[in-house]
């Protein structure tokens, strides 16, 4: 009889396997990936432009094959949506990469080196983080332009602090371990030994972490927009389709024009929220037996 | 605790200096003078230089922070160009709504989570736990301005339920009438506001419960024949609410954005309004004030929750 073999497991298989059998976790994967998939592919499906404006068409609702209707100008809400969806889902992922970049440098140079430069990185994190960040956002916004990359930068800009504190506590406790001394004693300098060897070990909570705030980013864009100082139109975005929510009017008579947006950027939050939890469960193998 | 307490003091006043000059500075970044909305096109643009001058608009950037602050020290926040009154006099006016907001919305979703979160966490993988669960999944991912739409849409309009907007001040009647009548305008507004500290007030009075539920002296007091809500409600709860102090003061800078976009939507007369309004008409020195008033308020908060942390909890060491 054949022997049985004790198959190896990696930490990253660990978390595969938990995450897989995390129900919630993978409905919001298959989720955000047909969200995803839409709103690449979905614009060029569709037979109208995001522009273009049917003057017949102004305020229409739903009818025939048209899904959901027109807006004031007479353009089609579907195309629309589907691209706000590239947009805003662009917002989100790059003023995450903004505040991640910022986070883990800043959150690795104040727990490895401490003193002094800890010193002045924390009192900065207590700065942002004592901001009405919103309204800093608001003011940013209405001081450099509404556009599309000032709208990233700014979410980005603002949006750091949490990675950064994770970070930094991790790599404090993870410095005085014996791995770094003997990598310093194999010659390895600081540099070397934050790249090589401490941010590898970060990466899980650094992931729940970016993942967390690309929802918050998202979020934070739609709240922007909708006061008319996030991404200006004619772009559109999920949270500036909504601007059209701000007159009682259309609450009361058309749906079609705020309700889909509205409803995109709740059920894109929400997958991504049970992701990051999922994702925290699996990569953090203290918090579950 | 007294060395701590002024330690802890005197680092809020780098904080608020570093937070003042980048306000300032962003302030100073946008397009557009003082004037350039109010102003007479006939008037000649030499007289509105040299106004401009006398009033120091073209002395360098560190000069009118400092003087903008030595101003500010003295409770001066400058005249709003836009409503020709003295800023601290329009913030005065307007604080009062933001407070009944903001006030209300943290009694609302204290007094609905911690329950929840309790019960939640007691009964770990129930049906109860689990819509607990994705009720709190629901209320982080919502668009806190889109639910306060839909409550207009469904509720306001459709069912009238609710009055569409407004605080329901000013409509003529006194006495307990006017008091029910403005509730009945608070309704909607408080309860869009609490939504995500609800949300998030209720994982982590969970997450904390489920820790302390975990501790030997709780399996020491179960094995002690103590009865189950003693436990719970004495021993345990005294425990895990001590981070969720901290979880409650922390969460009011997104009360405090939350409600920016809840008075939008509810056409509340309360700070956030009077903000959107402020950078609407280029009306500086009113948004300086305000953004500096919201800051100002988050940091004490802060400050507050770090003594009750230290003051609730012995085990903190304070130096």
Known sequence: MKKNEVEGLSPWKIAKRRFVKNKLAVLGLILLGVITLGAVFGPMLTPYEAHEQQMMMRNQGPQGDNLLGFD?????????????????????????????????????????????????????????????????????????????????????????????????????????????????????DNLEIIRIHLIPNVMAPIIVYSTLTIASAILIEAGLSFIGLGVSPPTPTWGNMLEAARSLTTIQNYWWQWIPPGLMIFFTVLSINFVGDGLRDALDPKLKE | MKKYLIRRILILIPILIGVSMI??????????????????????????????????????????????????????????????????????????????????????????????????????????????????????????????????????FELGWFPIAGTGAGAGYEGVRMLLHRAHHLVLPVVVLSL??????????????LEVIKQDYIRTARSKGIKEKVIIYRHALKNALIPVVTVLTMMLPSLVSGAVLTETVFSWPGMGTLMIDAIDNDDYPLLMGITMMLAIIIVFANLLADILYAWIDPRIKYD
């Open chain 2, 196 to 209: 995500l500290s609800l949300a998030s007030l209720m994982r982590y009075t969970r997450s904390s419960m």
């Open chain 1, 72 to 188: 004031s100008t007479g353009r089609d809400i579907l195309t629309r949506v589907l691209h706000g969806g590239r947009v805003s889902l662009a917002v989100g992922i790059v003023a995450t990469s903004v505040a991640t970049i910022i986070g883990v440098v800043l959150g690795s140079i104040a727990g490895f080196y401490g003193g002094i430069r800890d010193g002045v990185i924390m009192r900065l994190v207590d700065i942002v983080m004592s901001f009405p960040f919103f309204i800093i956002a608001a003011v940013a916004s209405a001081a450099f332009g509404p556009t599309v990359f000032n709208t990233m930068l700014i979410i980005g800009l603002i949006n750091w602090t949490l990675i950064a504190r994770v970070v930094r506590a991790e790599i404090l406790s993870l410095k005085e371990q014996e791995f770094v001394e003997a990598s310093r004693a194999l010659g390895l």
């Open chain 2, 23 to 156: 306000i300032f500075a962003l302030i100073e970044a946008m397009p557009g003078d003082p004037y350039s909305d109010m102003i007479d096109p006939t008037v000649p643009p030499d007289l509105i230089e040299e106004r401009l001058e006398a009033m120091g608009y073209f002395d360098p950037l560190p000069v009118r922070y400092v003087r903008w602050l030595g101003r500010t020290l003295r409770f001066d926040f400058g005249y709003s160009t836009n409503y020709g009154a003295p800023v601290s006099v329009i913030m005065l006016n307007r604080l009062p709504n933001t407070l009944i907001l903001g006030g209300f919305a943290l009694l609302f979703s204290t007094i609905v989570a911690i329950p929840l979160g309790i019960i939640s966490s007691t009964r770990q993988y129930s049906v109860v736990d689990y819509i607990v669960t994705v009720f709190a999944f629901i209320g982080l991912s919502i668009p806190a301005f889109f639910f306060g739409l839909l409550m207009i849409r469904y509720l306001a």
